[in-house]
């Protein structure tokens, strides 16, 4: 309970971010002050003994917490060490430890050892699974560790709300009433499933008996030989006892059994001495004499006389009485020399004629058909497959049921699979049927109809007055002039309510023409027409539509149907969309049966998204064998696929084509459902009628019951936006803080995902037990809900449960489906740790971003359902932003001036920008990879409190000596980061910890838009050394974010005008220039146009280029930003800072700057002179005292330059002997004097000496920070690093062995300026002594006597 209650943050107390719950804890209230240690230890330690606590409600809180604590101790040092972290991982290890050791003892030594290894990051197995786990525990040891004291830290100063015991209960009493759902639902779904099978069963009559049968069939043969035996009989007509008649009875012991039968429903039980109650035997048997009927009067009376009691017996009815019509039979079996055949129909029984798959011929119906000459009463002839009967048999047997007396009983006529079936017989169904009578039900399945008779039948079926259920299956039904008023004449009956014509063959337009007959009838409830689509239609085949899909186009206007089979249709997703479109308002339809379809993930979707609809009346369908099909429409980037969570994006129609015209519609109803207006959610729309040209596009109007009216010819192009929806609902509200997007992605999702309520739970939890076994079904249905729908936990248990062989996939795959809570709770049930460990490497993705802090970098594999789920995500993010940014009305910086964050998409390795305008217009791929760049618009205030330096300093420290990968340390730091922010200094340490460029500019990117104090960027923008890193910097979080608004200094360009933010850029640039001092300020520029040729640029940079709609669309422009002190404009460089970097810019002053220059900004021999400096004075302004002389005027010349470096004896810039070539000494002063002249005076003031200053400040930082990282390393003694350097112990040090020691202890900043000062002697090597220059750079608290090494602090 305590676990799940800190994933997200309760409700009674919203301020918490959600990872704050579950790494404090809410303890330390209840202990009364404050945790010295992770309050979770005590909460792990105690939820372990939760049952035993149960019971001890009124022990102190003191004892409770020695039985905890007692109890964690007796664990073993795995557990101890496992309880005090928080994570995932380590939650489900100690509850798999416990269930190991409940299992035995040899299973809980394993897991132990398991814990074990895994702590100490041994490979126990050659598996996955075990990296996995490991890579795992080492995140979440390090993100607990920070966040205890990140939290602690922020609950000192007030800024996060302590959490009380009282929310832990709450969320307590939402795990049970989750749990119970768990229990209610699998029983609901069983009792679901047993009543379904208990409804549908097809009603079967009551099995004879048989002893009935063999007393039917005894009576029936005695009949046939005539009386041909006579026995003896007394004068009582008994056979007197001992005779040799009585030798020759039958015996036939009775049993308590009822005795069924037409007319027959008493007992025999009442006799005694028998199994029932009677003693039978050969002095005392009930006279059933071979070739005679069983006379009971005389057995009753019989029975009297030997019992003695003269009391008649109760015994079974008698059977009916020998009728006419069985003689009449017999005779006719004689006269056409056919055997008899004793159903019930023919010995008198039933009046029923039931032959199913006797395999008459039609002697033997005549024979019986004979019969009905002498009967007045008939209800049903049932003659199924009986296909050697032939219209000789047929049309005599249809002869005698158009008699008066038999139409009026007759109800049910079956002559299904009777293929030898005629012309003839079909005219006698005609004449019947027009006849009339009491007829409710005609299957003439598979019995061929010639073309000639369809419409007189179809005519007879629609007059005939009760006729209520039709069955014209596979009978030569086809597409031809009569096909139409066929079907019309056959659904103008005004009692028909079922009617079968599947299994023929129909194209388009019947089919459309079928769906306006079902919708006039207004007493049809059941439709079959399986496998009736033609495979062939008579449109071009570029142009071809799947024909049921006209069928079902019609639908939308029908209200009668209650069940509909379409089965082996050749339906795909298309057709299951306009099925969801057709049926989305359809109340009454309750079944639907789809087998044998290619309907796939996207089609299985669309019939989830029907079901989970609460006005529809949808609670069963049939879906074999449909889980296979196509899942994209087109095949490429825009495949025109509707997605109903997030719809917007570009579509292009074609309206002749049923599937388009549906997917239209549902825009409309998406439309309608946000409130919007058509000019709103319908842009760039470009309409043309086919052949012909384009014109504008008139929006459809509704009819009757609300279907929109969509023209079946043009083609359509437009954008579909759902950014207006979204400001209106979310944002012109203020209904939500602009930095909420937890909040707006979850209100987002409860509005446009679908949430099946319980009664369509039920259904749908019934189809996955159904599954059970078929993997690829299951694997088809998980994939359709992982998108469009929010699940509850009941149901993801419940298909967990119910499958165990797909358990771990259905976490992963529905996990992005439910809240958080929910998905810790589920992936506790996992049964073993691999599947745990596999689940969680799938789903790491989704598990590890940060909606709060989504800038970076991703890669996302779109068949993955967690990885999509981050990408919709991210889509839907980006609208929102988009929508604020209209909203506070913002520059556009985007990528390519489309308003999105989300720049450099990449699917399938083409880029994005190649097909739209926008990845808002792109409709994300069921399957691809999927890679771009996400930049937020959201910045931090720059009042706004950051971590304190000593916990920065502890947290670096964590990070360093965690174990673990460095990207594991990234995602770690990456998950947490939403709950603090940065100055620019604690950046520049970060950044040192990264060794590789890509880890470099990942933490960079993540943390970037954390900063408070932008104006100070470039302490840690001069880390990065090459230019090639800063471009690629610049190309993943845009050139206007990245832009250097209050530093611009020394920053080189090189910028492609063809690109929109590039182009801005460019336009900054300039108009800073002339806003500052132009053209003075931009150096070494040039521009390329984009035929590859050079403009001379003969009169510099034009000025108009400073507007942004003068500069030029395509070329490369590059240049150099060089600007005197004197000539900055902080009031110009805010602004541009607050229009297009969204800073906050108020009340920053020129003095809040820390003016700063890197070490490899200026040429190579003012770092010589820097240098020179260093070693001879305090600061560079006394030099430039010195060199301007006491009564100095506060400017230095050339001249002055020249002879001061002389006064000082600089000969760091003398020619070598032998040089021939290169630069002067002359020439090298004045190139570092126009260096500090940027302004081009001639001469430099005090402010421009400043860069030298900078200079300075940089290389004294660089120093200190790489002594600081040895204290943090090795400790205060300075003998201990260098012994680690020096490794070959040689006591000399080049340096490239000085970089390749340095980069081998984990420093990854700029050691060659350390080497440059501590090479005081510029040998090309340190030696110890120069190496402990060092000392005077420790800082003050590590000079301290007795002060400890910083890495042994223990931060847990």
């Given at each position: 309970t305590e676990a799940a209650s800190g994933l997200s943050a309760a409700p009674a107390a919203a301020a918490i971010p959600p990872d704050v719950g579950q790494e404090a804890g809410g303890e330390e209230e209840a202990h009364g002050g404050k945790a010295e240690e992770p309050p979770v230890t005590a909460a792990r330690s105690r939820k372990s003994v939760l049952h035993a606590m149960r019971g001890c409600a009124k022990m102190s809180k003191v004892a409770k917490q020695s039985i905890a604590m007692k109890h964690a101790a007796s664990a073993g040092p795995g557990i101890q060490e496992l309880t005090s972290r928080s994570g995932f991982t380590s939650d489900f290890l100690i509850r798999f430890s416990c269930q190991a050791e409940r299992r035995g003892r040899k299973e809980g030594a394993e897991a132990r050892r398991l814990i074990k290894n895994l702590l100490k990051a041994e490979k126990c197995k050659e598996t996955l699974g075990y990296e996995y786990a490991m890579e795992a525990l080492c995140r979440e040891k390090l993100r607990s560790l920070l966040m205890f004291g990140i939290t602690k830290e922020c609950k000192e100063r007030g800024l996060y709300a302590r959490v009380d015991i009282g929310c832990l209960k709450k969320w307590a009493e939402v795990v049970r009433k989750r749990k119970r759902a768990v229990i209610c639902l699998r029983a609901e779904v069983h009792n679901w499933l047993l009543r379904w099978r208990l409804l549908n069963t097809s009603e079967r009559a009551v099995p004879e008996s048989v002893w009935e049968k063999k007393d039917r069939l005894e009576d029936f043969w005695s009949t046939f030989h005539d009386r041909s035996r006579v026995l003896e009989c007394g004068p009582s007509g008994l056979p007197p006892p001992g005779s040799p008649a009585s030798r020759q009875i039958a015996l036939r012991p009775p049993t308590s059994d009822s005795i069924q039968g037409e007319?027959?429903?008493?007992?025999?039980?009442?006799?005694?001495?028998?199994?029932?109650?009677?003693?039978?035997?050969?002095?005392?048997?009930?006279?059933?004499?071979?070739?005679?009927?069983?006379?009971?009067?005389?057995?009753?009376?019989?029975?009297?006389?030997?019992?003695?009691?003269?009391?008649?017996?109760?015994?079974?009815?008698?059977?009916?009485?020998?009728?006419?019509?069985?003689?009449?039979?017999?005779?006719?079996?004689?006269?056409?020399?056919?055997?008899?055949?004793?159903?019930?129909?023919?010995?008198?029984h039933s009046k029923k004629l039931a032959a199913m798959g006797k395999d008459l011929v039609d002697g033997e119906l005549l024979a019986m058909a004979g019969m009905l000459q002498e009967m007045e009463a008939v209800e049903e002839v049932n003659l199924l497959g009986n296909a050697l009967l032939t219209d000789r048999g047929l049309t005599f047997l249809l002869q005698e049921l158009s008699r008066d007396s038999v139409r009026a009983t007759l109800q049910k006529l079956i002559l299904a699979r009777c293929q030898r079936a005629g012309p003839y017989t079909v005219d006698a169904t005609v004449k019947l049927l027009k006849a009339g009578g009491a007829l409710r039900q005609l299957d003439l399945s598979q019995v061929p109809i010639a073309t000639r008779f369809q419409l007189p039948l179809c005519q007879a079926i629609g007059k005939h007055s009760s006729l209520e259920n039709v069955n014209l299956a596979e009978t030569g039904f086809q597409y031809h002039e009569n096909t139409k008023e066929c079907l019309s004449a056959l659904l103008s009956s005004k009692c028909l309510r079922s009617l079968d014509i599947g299994w023929n063959c129909f194209n388009g337009e019947v089919l459309k023409s079928l769906g306006s007959c079902v919708i006039a009838s207004k007493t049809l409830t059941k439709l079959r027409i399986a496998n009736c689509a033609a495979t062939l239609d008579t449109c071009p085949a570029e142009d071809f539509v799947p024909p049921l899909s006209r069928f079902l186009e019609m639908l939308s206007h029908d209200k009668t149907l209650t069940y509909l089979d379409i089965s082996m249709n050749r339906c795909d997703f298309r057709t299951a969309l306009i099925l969801e479109d057709s049926l989305d308002t359809h109340a009454k339809l309750r079944e639907l049966r789809l087998s044998q379809n290619p309907l796939g993930t996207l089609g299985m979707r669309s019939i989830?998204?029907?079901?989970?609809?609460?006005?529809?009346?949808?609670?069963?369908?049939?879906?074999?064998?449909?889980?296979?099909?196509?899942?994209?429409?087109?095949?490429?980037?825009?495949?025109?696929?509707?997605?109903?969570?997030?719809?917007?994006?570009?579509?292009?129609?074609?309206?002749?084509?049923?599937?388009?015209?549906?997917?239209?519609?549902?825009?409309?109803?998406?439309?309608?459902?946000?409130?919007?207006?058509?000019?709103?959610?319908?842009?760039?729309?470009?309409?043309?009628?086919?052949?012909?040209?384009?014109?504008?596009?008139?929006?459809?109007?509704?009819?009757?019951?609300?279907?929109?009216?969509?023209?079946?010819?043009?083609?359509?192009?437009?954008?579909?936006?759902?950014?207006?929806?979204?400001?209106?609902?979310?944002?012109?509200?203020?209904?939500?803080?602009?930095?909420?997007?937890?909040?707006?992605?979850?209100?987002?999702?409860?509005?446009?995902?679908?949430?099946?309520?319980?009664?369509?739970?039920?259904?749908?939890?019934?189809?996955?037990?159904?599954?059970?076994?078929?993997?690829?079904?299951?694997?088809?249905?998980?994939?359709?809900?992982?998108?469009?729908?929010?699940?509850?936990?009941?149901?993801?248990?419940?298909?967990?449960?119910?499958?165990?062989?797909?358990?771990?996939?259905?976490?992963?795959?529905?996990?992005?489906?439910?809240?958080?809570?929910?998905?810790?709770?589920?992936?506790?049930?996992?049964?073993?740790?691999?599947?745990?460990?596999?689940?969680?490497?799938?789903?790491?993705?989704?598990?590890?971003?940060?909606?709060?802090n989504p800038t970076g970098h991703y890669k996302l594999d779109l068949s993955n359902s967690t990885d999509s789920t981050v990408a919709e995500r991210l889509l839907l993010l980006d609208r929102w932003e988009a929508a604020l940014d209209r909203k506070h009305a913002r520059k556009d910086t985007s990528s390519r001036g489309n308003g999105s964050h989300i720049r450099n998409e990449v699917f399938q390795g083409r880029g994005l920008h190649m097909s739209f305008a926008s990845v808002a217009e792109w409709k994300m791929?069921?399957?691809?990879e999927f890679e771009f760049d996400y930049i937020s618009n959201q910045r931090p205030s720059r009042k706004a409190e950051v971590l304190s330096d000593e916990l920065w300093e502890s947290i670096l420290i964590e990070v360093y000596h965690a174990q673990g990968t460095p990207e594991d340390k990234i995602a770690a730091l990456r998950s947490i980061s939403h709950n603090f922010l940065l100055r620019s200094t604690h950046m520049r340490a970060m950044i040192g910890y990264f060794k590789e460029e890509q880890q470099r500019a990942d933490v960079f990117i993540n943390f970037y838009l954390r900063l408070v104090d932008m104006h100070n960027a470039k302490l840690f923008r001069v880390r990065f050394e090459k230019k090639e890193e800063v471009a690629r910097l610049q190309h993943r979080l845009g050139y206007a974010s990245f832009f250097p608004f209050f530093q611009p200094e020394n920053a080189r360009f090189e910028l492609n005008l063809a690109i929109y933010d590039q182009r801005l850029c460019a336009s900054m640039f300039v108009a800073l220039a002339i806003k500052e001092k132009f053209p003075h300020n931009l150096h070494e520029y040039g521009y390329k146009r984009a035929d590859g040729t050079e403009d001379p640029m003969p009169l510099g940079v034009p000025r108009s280029w400073g507007d942004f709609n003068a500069i030029p669309k395509e070329g490369i422009f590059r240049a150099l930003y060089m600007s005197a002190?004197?000539?900055?404009?902080?009031?110009?460089?805010?602004?541009?800072?607050?229009?297009?970097?969204?800073?906050?810019?108020?009340?920053?002053?020129?003095?809040?700057?820390?003016?700063?220059?890197?070490?490899?900004?200026?040429?190579?021999?003012?770092?010589?002179?820097?240098?020179?400096?260093?070693?001879?004075?305090?600061?560079v302004q006394k030099a430039f005292i010195d060199i301007d002389g006491p009564d100095g005027n506060g400017v230095i010349t050339l001249k002055e330059f020249m002879e001061g470096l002389e006064e000082m004896e600089c000969h760091k810039f003398d020619v070598k002997k032998g040089q021939k070539t290169g630069p002067t000494k002359e020439q090298r002063i004045e190139q570092i004097f126009r260096y500090l002249d940027p302004g081009g005076e001639g001469s430099v003031s005090r402010e421009e000496w400043g860069i030298l200053d900078q200079l300075w400040k940089e290389f004294d930082l660089s120093i200190r920070e790489f002594v600081h990282f040895l204290m943090l390393s090795f400790g205060d003694d300075l003998q201990v690093a260098w012994e680690a350097l020096d490794e070959d112990g040689g006591g000399e040090l080049d340096e490239q062995e000085w970089l390749r020691a340095v980069e081998n202890i984990g420093y990854f900043g700029p050691a060659a300026v350390v080497f440059a000062l501590l090479d005081s002697s510029d040998d090309g090597n340190i030696s110890f002594d120069e190496f402990e220059v060092l000392e005077k750079y420790k800082p003050a608290k590590y000079r301290e006597e007795g002060a400890s090494r910083p890495g042994s602090q223990d931060f847990s």
């Open positions: 007319g027959r429903g008493q007992t025999l039980g009442g006799i005694a001495g028998s199994p029932g109650g009677s003693n039978w035997g050969l002095d005392s048997a009930a006279p059933v004499c071979f070739g005679m009927r069983w006379d009971f009067e005389q057995s009753v009376k019989w029975k009297a006389v030997q019992s003695g009691s003269g009391t008649p017996v109760r015994l079974p009815d008698p059977l009916p009485p020998l009728v006419v019509s069985k003689q009449r039979y017999l005779q006719e079996c004689d006269s056409r020399r056919s055997a008899p055949m004793p159903l019930h129909f023919v010995t008198g989830l998204r029907l079901l989970c609809r609460d006005h529809t009346g949808l609670m069963v369908f049939d879906t074999e064998a449909c889980y296979t099909g196509q899942n994209n429409e087109s095949g490429g980037t825009n495949s025109q696929i509707f997605s109903y969570t997030n719809p917007g994006g570009k579509y292009e129609l074609q309206l002749w084509r049923p599937y388009h015209r549906a997917l239209l519609r549902m825009l409309y109803k998406t439309m309608d459902f946000l409130k919007l207006g058509p000019d709103e959610a319908f842009e760039k729309i470009t309409f043309a009628a086919k052949g012909s040209a384009a014109s504008a596009w008139v929006h459809p109007a509704t009819d009757a019951i609300g279907v929109r009216q969509i023209p079946e010819e043009g083609e359509l192009t437009f954008v579909f936006n759902v950014e207006p929806a979204i400001f209106k609902r979310f944002i012109s509200t203020g209904s939500l803080q602009d930095s909420d997007h937890h909040g707006f992605i979850s209100m987002y999702f409860q509005l446009m995902r679908f949430r099946p309520a319980f009664k369509k739970v039920i259904p749908m939890c019934a189809l996955w037990s159904q599954l059970d076994g078929d993997v690829f079904a299951q694997r088809t249905i998980l994939a359709a809900l992982s998108r469009d729908f929010n699940l509850s936990q009941s149901f993801v248990e419940f298909c967990c449960s119910a499958s165990k062989t797909l358990q771990r996939e259905t976490v992963a795959r529905l996990l992005p489906c439910i809240d958080t809570n929910s998905a810790y709770m589920i992936g506790m049930t996992l049964p073993t740790f691999l599947d745990f460990a596999w689940t969680q490497h799938q789903t790491q993705n989704l598990l590890g971003f940060n909606l709060d791929a069921e399957h691809g002190p004197e000539d900055r404009n902080i009031g110009f460089r805010k602004e541009i800072a607050k229009t297009y970097g969204y800073y906050d810019t108020d009340g920053i002053t020129e003095d809040d700057v820390q003016w700063w220059t890197g070490l490899t900004e200026p040429p190579e021999d003012v770092i010589n002179l820097l240098e020179f400096f260093i070693s001879r004075y305090p600061d």
